[in-house]
């Protein structure tokens, strides 16, 4: 049905206060109540870019994008910045072309229009604010938007993750040590829709390979000398119907892939001890820093289980790789560090920044922290500058010299640090007579960091 001209005159006329703009942004009509309240006769303004009228218009970036603004607060003392009104910018197309803009103004009800808006800003930075308390419960703590840089890579990495976070596939992120694969993993859950339930991880490299599967799957009561009374749940039940994230799952025992392929395939686990099936729905996203497929081929890791993981892959590139992300991540490395360390260092100067870019960060991000973090120690006022950083281009010169620009930089220096930590842990077992306990605690490490290098150099 169509509605008559004279009606849909009496109409406008009625509204709060409208004007209505050629394409170009011009006015061609503007209602009496908005002459009344603008103050502003017809013929002041018609013929007139609005943005002439009112700088503050957003009706030209409508225009431009053809999306509507809505709840816009209108000032028409731009110096005392008293509101009189909620302006609404919509573009109108005819024959799915733009044709004109209509500006709607809310005037007479605005005292209950401004109580509406500030009770949804209340709200909206009240669901922000359980949102992160969320995160914090179920064990997510990024999100896309704490991974720092504007880079091509950057930018295809993000796009990555919000491909990934569209299904429940498992997800396989390799990166080398550094890069960040915890905090995509983290990211990739928050983005997705199991964001309102758990995120669990396990570190496959940090659990001696006897406690590992009790970790994954839970035992039942009297499994085992020492089991908990009641029983446990492993790490799948913990994660059901959210995200289980496998760190270094490079380093996971031969011996264990064949479970974690079932449960991947049958959705569901056995305790140890226990007598049924426990069905589990869990998502995987695994992480290794070295080539799986590698490892495949040197009889080092199932093909089966690889390829179960390997249904999304994403792999991020090295901080030597998009360096030009560095100026970014460095300020903002700065920030949570003088959060961290109650200091109050404000700048980076250039010679400095100069220096951070010129490397090729083998340690990547994590390398970066920790050389801001001991410069940041260093220095007494707020700006970072070359002297603080001294100890770094010797060491810069040193594990650079005659190596190719293409060769990642400071392997020798990696070199000489694991044989010193090897020589380390074995004369710790010596003095303490192989026992671990004492040895992890007179090197001043955890249990579990302990069990770690003693598996990474192959001294159980």
């Known amino acids: 049905m169509k509605v008559d001209s004279e009606l849909a005159r009496l109409i406008i006329e009625q509204m709060d206060g409208v004007a209505i703009t050629d394409k170009e942004g ?17 013929e002041e303004v018609l013929g007139k870019y609005v943005k002439e009228i009112y700088p503050q218009t957003k009706i030209d970036l409508v225009l431009k994008t053809r999306r509507p603004i809505i709840g816009e607060i209108f000032y028409n003392n731009e110096i005392e910045k008293d509101p009189v009104g909620i302006i609404n910018y919509l573009p109108v197309f005819k024959d799915n072309e733009l044709f004109a803009g209509l500006i709607f103004a809310i005037f007479e009800d605005m005292k209950v229009a401004l109580e509406f808006k500030k009770k949804v800003e209340h709200l909206s930075r009240e669901l922000e604010y359980f949102k992160e308390e969320l995160r914090k419960i179920r064990g997510s703590r990024y999100t896309v938007d704490n991974i720092i840089g504007n880079s091509k890579a950057v930018l295809h990495l993000k796009e990555q993750i919000y491909q990934a976070a569209r299904s429940t596939s498992t997800v396989l992120i390799e990166g080398e040590t550094g890069t960040g694969k915890e ?34 799957f839970g035992y039942e009561e009297g499994a085992f000398t020492g089991a908990k009374k009641g029983g446990r749940k492993g790490k799948f039940e913990m994660a059901h119907n959210g995200s289980l994230f496998l760190d270094e799952v490079n380093q996971m025992p031969l011996v264990l892939q064949p479970k974690l392929l079932r449960v991947l395939q049958e959705k569901e686990i056995e305790r140890i001890g226990g007598h049924g099936s426990i069905p589990v729905n869990v998502r995987v996203i695994a992480a290794s820093n070295v080539s799986l497929e590698r490892l495949v081929q040197e009889k080092k890791f199932r093909s089966d289980l690889f390829y179960r993981l390997n249904v999304v892959r994403i792999s991020i590139p090295p ?45 990547n991000i994590r390398e970066l922290q920790n050389v801001l973090e001991r410069a940041m120690n260093i220095a007494w006022g707020e700006v970072l500058e070359i002297s603080h950083f001294s100890w770094f281009r010797d060491h810069q010169g040193g594990a650079s010299r005659n190596l ?57």
Not at 26 to 42: A, G, H, L, S, T
């Open 26 to 42: 011009r006015y061609i009509y503007v209602n009496d109540k908005w002459v009344k309240r603008m103050n502003k006769q017809p």
């Open 404 to 460: 190719r620009k293409d060769v990642v930089v400071g392997e020798s220096l990696r070199e000489k640090k694991t044989q010193t930590e090897k020589e380390a842990v074995e004369e710790a077992l010596k003095i303490c007579q192989g026992n671990k306990a004492q040895a992890a605690r007179l090197l001043n490490i955890s249990r579990t960091s302990f069990y770690k290098k003693l598996k990474k150099y192959s001294l159980f």
């Open 183 to 216: 905090l995509v993993a983290h990211a990739i859950h928050d983005s997705g829709q199991r964001n309102v339930y758990n995120f669990i991880k396990i570190n496959c490299a940090a659990i001696p390979e006897d406690l590992l599967e009790s970790e994954f």
């Open 319 to 363: 901080l030597r790789e998009r360096k030009e992300d560095i100026p970014l991540l460095a300020q903002e490395l700065l920030k949570r560090l003088n959060f961290q360390l109650g200091l109050n260092v404000k700048e980076i100067s250039s010679e400095v920044m100069e220096l951070l870019v010129s490397y090729n960060w083998p340690g």
